[in-house]
Structures are given as structure tokens and as C-alpha cells.
């Protein structure tokens, strides 16, 4: 199976700032078929990102997804206080569909 | 717009069958576009795709589970199911469905969740 690895594992930022995750995988992502979720306390995930690249539909522009092939990148540019929460990556492109272990963004 | 819900027992004996059912509203589960699967999350750990299926009757499983899951799509009650047989504690996790397009492994909108606990 296709492992995800993400890093940081925690990431400490303050609102305003801009934060960079990284996600990488074990072997090249079919079509590039990348998600990226938020996930909150007692919450469900939220799709973000899919293909990599796209937003979903009223996810704010300041979050955008960019990388191919192994190596992926979701940036938030400027960091509200509704945004620090966990983040995964998932590759959907080949069985089982498989997530990063999360970076959790928190408040420094 | 589309809402998906899980329901099912919260509390499953080890050895025993886990059976959940997720209810979609907003949207019909029938259309080829649309693949429905089920993701586990054990408490304060990842995320694991259990599997997935397609009202063809296709199925999709995670190999780790693939034995001991059942995934089922009923289009005429508009809901899909997961079955996981010989459950055991570790099994415990928040268990969500979901709705994915572009392949069976896709995840991109989630229900609620539902919290099973395996134990006697």
C-alpha cells in the first residue's frame, strides 16, 4: 500500500502568519489524486483539497494544495483562529485509499 | 445538500458482528458518479478507509480487513451498510461513512460519525 508520511507532526504558528504542511508519499500518487481534510475536535473531517490542487466548494482561498508525483503541500496563507485544528492527507488514486497520520496546527 | 448518517450499536460484544448503517438525505444514492465507503478512527489515533461500494454491487474492502468486511448499497431505502465480523477491542473506533467520486477510495464528504465500542 501507498504510505503517507506527513510532517511537522505538530506545527506551532500565530494568526497571520502563513503555515506550510508537508505530505509525502512511499510511491508516485495515481492522477495525482490527493486530498487534504480538516479535522476539529468532535468533528467529521472537511475536504479541503482534491486533486491535489482544487479547493472544494467554500473552503476560503487562502488555503491551496500544490505538489505531484510524492511530495505534497497545503498552505494556509494567512492563519485565522478558526484554522488551527488537525490536518490529513489522503491519496485516493490506489487501494486502500490511505492518510497521513495528521500535523496537528496549534496556537503559539 | 447532501447529509449522510450513521447509526448502529454502540456497544458490540468481542467475537460478535459490528453492523452500521449510514442514511443519506439531500441526494440519491443511485448514480453511477458516486462511490459510498465507511473510515474508521480509533480515539485520539488516525484515520483507517475500511471500504467502499457502488450500487453496481461492486465492492472495494482495505486488504487489513478485507475477510472479515461485508459492504452493502441499498438504493430502494437510500442507505449503505457496513458489516465487520469477529470484532475484537481493537476494533473500538469513531466510525464514519462517506460519499467519494473519481475512485472507490475517494472520502470527500462525511457523516457525523458514530463512536463503537468493543467489549463484554
Same mark, same amino acid.
Given at each position: ?108 | 445538500?447532501?447529509?449522510?448518517? *450513521? ?8 467475537? *460478535? ?9 439531500? $441526494? ?19 484515520? *483507517? ?5 457502488? *450500487? ?36 473500538? $473506533?469513531?466510525?464514519?461513512? $462517506? ?22
Amino acid at each position: 500500500e501507498v504510505v503517507m508520511t506527513q510532517s511537522p507532526g505538530t506545527l506551532s504558528s500565530s494568526p497571520g502568519e502563513r503555515a506550510t504542511l508537508s505530505c509525502r508519499a512511499s510511491q508516485s500518487v495515481s492522477n495525482n489524486y490527493l486530498a487534504w481534510f480538516q479535522q476539529k475536535p468532535g468533528q467529521a473531517p472537511r475536504l479541503l483539497i482534491y486533486g491535489a490542487s482544487n479547493r472544494d466548494v467554500g473552503i476560503p482561498d487562502r488555503f491551496s494544495g500544490s505538489g505531484s508525483g510524492t511530495d505534497f503541500t497545503l498552505t494556509i496563507s494567512r492563519l485565522e483562529p478558526e484554522d488551527f485544528a488537525v490536518y490529513y492527507c489522503q491519496q485516493y488514486g490506489d487501494s486502500p485509499g490511505t492518510f497521513g497520520q495528521g500535523t496537528k496546527l496549534e496556537i503559539k | 445538500q447532501v447529509q449522510m448518517q *450513521e447509526s448502529g450499536p454502540g456497544l458490540v460484544k468481542p467475537s *460478535e458482528t459490528l453492523s452500521l448503517t449510514c442514511t443519506v438525505s439531500g $441526494a440519491s444514492i443511485g448514480g453511477s458518479r458516486f462511490y459510498w465507503g465507511w473510515i474508521r478512527q480509533p480515539p485520539g489515533k488516525g484515520l *483507517e478507509w475500511i471500504g467502499s461500494g457502488h *450500487e453496481s454491487g461492486s465492492t472495494y474492502y482495505n486488504p487489513s480487513l478485507k475477510s472479515r468486511v461485508t459492504i452493502s448499497v441499498d438504493t430502494s431505502k437510500n442507505q449503505f451498510s457496513l458489516n465487520l465480523a469477529s470484532v475484537t477491542a481493537g476494533d473500538t $473506533a469513531l466510525y464514519f461513512c $462517506a460519499r467519494g467520486i473519481s475512485t472507490p477510495y475517494a472520502t470527500g464528504k462525511w457523516g457525523q460519525g458514530t463512536l463503537v465500542t468493543v467489549s463484554s
